[in-house]
């Protein structure tokens, strides 16, 4: 009897343990269990002016990409970067990819296979200059930076076609009077309630209820940090926004907030990177860990997410894309392994292995076609 106690005990002690252990290994696949995953993909767009096109790229277990094929939006692109992030987005379950087209003022629907993508629709934007993309069950938001800039919302039928929502548009903190400010990314909560919104040039982070698929007028909330770029939001909801400071050298950060239709505080305020110019952000699939790219120093720095949203620097040079690389937009793998960086100034798309500690090993880079902007990945 003794003995059958004993192993009693022992047993309920491996059963905790695994439960404490799930929730920091969850998200994380190594080469293994990538060998198992289905087949990945990741896309990016052109931007080109002459003609936008999306760029499918097919991803190995070991985390390498192979070009599967060039896909054209019907749209222009603006020819320049977008200073954005969500450009390009996946629609929960991959069954759609989303698409700006910042130069032709339109947004382009394809339905997503294993053999590429195939082009559904293509809409007016319902503004100026579309640089962002926030999808939630059948709304999708568009960001619109050019002109007064706005929101307008569209809802998306069984068959990928969007149709504008009367009612969605809405100005940003300007009242739709003037010029836009400069604005960076538009994304959901994760239960829907709310659309968040960044602008660059006035140090606003703007949030809006969402009743029915319709957004509210927005309510301003001052920035932790200077010059609120893009941001992640982890699955209790914590916003996690990248603060530039204007590109000063070294004095970039990451804030963290608490963010639901009826509250807005800040949990973190401005944690440094120690390097310049942090734009990008995102969250491991285990929501452990945040990561920011540093545009102005070549880096990626990597933080601590706590439960209850806190922010701690783990490495300000976790990654590194390389001299002059100046990167921007990252995407993890759908199976949380890998982590992919754009470098817009040497063209380059750097990999790298997530470690169970939250570490970055880089394990190579291919060449991207100049002017490249957006990543989405499964």
Known sequence: MQSLKVIYRLSARLVLTSLFLLPLLAGFA?????????????????????????????????????????????????????????????????????????????????????????????????????????????????????????????????????????GSTQPLSNGGVGAAPGVAEIAFTPDGSTLIVTEKTTNLIDTYRVEDGLASNPITHPSAGITPFGFAIDRQGHLVVSEAFGSQPGSSALSSYAVDENTFEVISPSVGTTQTAACWVVISKNGNFAYTTNAGSGSISSYLLGPDGSLTLLNATAGSTGAGSSPIDMAFSGNGAYLYALGSGTHTLSIFQMQADGGLGSIGSLSVPAGVVGLAAR
């Open 30 to 166: 190594g080469p293994a269990a990538a060998a198992e995953d289905t087949p990945g993909f990741l896309y990016t767009l052109t931007n080109a002016s002459s003609g936008n096109e999306v760029l499918v790229y097919s991803r190995s277990a070991d985390g390498s990409l192979s070009f599967q094929g060039a896909f054209a939006t019907g749209g222009l692109g603006s020819g320049a970067g977008l200073g954005s992030q969500g450009s390009v987005v996946l629609s929960r379950g991959n069954q759609w990819l989303f698409a700006v087209n910042a130069g032709s003022n339109q947004v382009s629907v394809f339905a997503v296979g294993p053999d590429g993508l195939k082009l559904v629709d293509i809409v007016d934007s319902g503004g100026v200059l579309p640089v962002s993309l926030a999808n939630y069950q059948d709304r999708l938001y568009v960001l619109n930076a050019g002109g007064s800039g706005n929101i307008t919302g569209f809802e998306i039928a069984p068959d990928g076609h969007l149709s504008p929502v009367a």
